[in-house]
């Protein structure tokens, strides 16, 4: 009897510690509502990205979801968000992150749809 007493208040305590870990994070601005360049970097997101990153979710796909990205004070890296930093992982890649080609205007157009999540 006192064995599984133990056991409910252990699972009891990982549950709440688990809650006490989750933070609500800003939902993914609509496609509705994307302005061109958004609908743009959607496009160069699913061409060049998608394989890897979940764009709504921080569940981990081959590489770390996305969802609020530029909402949170530091990326999975630890590194701000900012577009500087951003644009340097997408180009040059970050450990087993290959480095992307893009153009300079599919950069700023992923950029501004990065910003959407």
């Avoid at 007493?5 to 509502?33: H, Q, Y």
């Amino acid at each position: 009897m006192r064995f599984s007493f133990f056991v409910a208040f252990i699972a009891l305590l990982v549950g709440d510690l688990a809650l006490a870990g989750c933070r609500s994070l800003p939902p993914s601005k609509p496609e509705a509502l994307f302005t061109a360049e958004e609908g743009r970097g959607a496009i160069v997101y699913k061409q060049k990205c998608a394989r890897c990153h979940h764009p709504t979710s921080t569940r981990p796909l081959n590489g770390p979801g996305l969802q609020a990205l530029t909402k949170v004070k530091a990326m999975p890296s630890g590194a701000p968000p900012t577009d500087e930093r951003m644009t340097f992982v997408i180009i040059h890649g970050r450990n087993m992150m290959p480095a992307t080609q893009l153009t300079d205007q599919e950069l700023s157009d992923l950029l501004a749809y990065l910003h959407t999540l």
